[in-house]
């Protein structure tokens, strides 16, 4: 079975600085698919990033981009200029590639809150 | 475009009460839909998928069941809430995983 790691349960940034939130996963797979989500305090779940294993690029979306290391498994996301909306908590996710996923193939970090600090 | 509601909100009953949590995706056929549960500060633990009409998969034995009447309609229930069921409920789909999940607003429920 996949698991997914998050070493960091908390940490805090200063407003405009730099941080990366770590996330390691164990797998047997070579297909699959990571994501990191966003819980802010709403608690609604939101999608950050996403990275296909297959893709040696790491994913971009404005501020946010990750550092795949495939080989190392490990699935890091930095944040640029932090801002005070970004304060949540960040859950690294892995997904097996298969025709349906669904249930197991799913997985969750325990997740890392972010602090903003101004 | 597609969307997700759940609902209630929040929702406080009393221990031994019924209880019924509605998600409904909007703008896409044959979703796969999920119930997940957050206990206060801990992670997500998946309770319920389903790929289909009337096909529930559980994944932790519980208090609770679910449902799916309709394609694009899934319910949580509880015949007799305990304590232990209090928490923060999140719905979600999936057409295609590769994509990730959506998810709802959540229902934050209190069982007093």
């Known amino acids: 079975a996949q698991t997914v790691t998050q070493s960091q349960p908390e940490m805090s940034v200063q407003e405009a600085e730099t941080v990366t939130l770590s996330c390691t996963y164990d797998?047997?797979?070579?297909?699959?698919?990571l994501f990191w989500y966003k819980q802010p305090p709403s608690r609604q779940m939101i999608l950050v990033i996403r990275?296909?294993?297959?893709?040696?690029q790491n994913a971009t979306e404005n501020r946010f981009s990750v550092n795949f290391q495939k080989a190392a498994k490990s699935f890091s996301l930095k944040i640029s200029d932090s801002q005070l909306g970004d304060t949540a908590m960040y859950f690294c996710?892995?997904?097996?590639?298969?025709?349906?996923?669904?249930?197991?193939?799913?997985?969750f970090g325990p997740g890392t809150r972010l602090s903003v600090l101004p | 475009s597609q969307t997700i509601h759940q609902w209630p909100a929040t929702l406080v009953q009393p221990v031994g009460s019924p209880l019924s949590l509605e998600c409904t995706v909007e703008?896409?056929?044959?979703?796969?839909l999920y119930w997940y549960r957050q206990a206060a500060g801990r992670g997500l633990q998946l309770l319920f998928y389903?790929?289909?009409?009337?096909?529930i998969s559980s994944e932790v034995p519980q208090n609770l069941s679910a449902s799916r009447p309709q394609d694009r309609q899934f319910i949580l229930s509880s015949k007799k809430l305990l304590l232990s069921d209090s928490g923060f409920y999140l719905c979600?789909?999936?057409?295609?995983?590769?994509?990730?999940?959506?998810f709802g607003s959540g229902t934050r429920l209190t069982v007093v």
């Open positions: 979600a789909w999936s057409v295609q995983g590769i994509y990730g999940y959506t």
């Open positions: 797998t047997s797979e070579n297909n699959y698919y």
């Open positions: 990275q296909e294993a297959y893709k040696q």
């Open positions: 996710a892995f997904m097996k590639h298969g025709v349906r996923n669904y249930g197991q193939n799913f997985v």
């Open positions: 703008g896409t056929s044959n979703p796969n």
């Open positions: 389903s790929v289909g009409i009337g096909q």
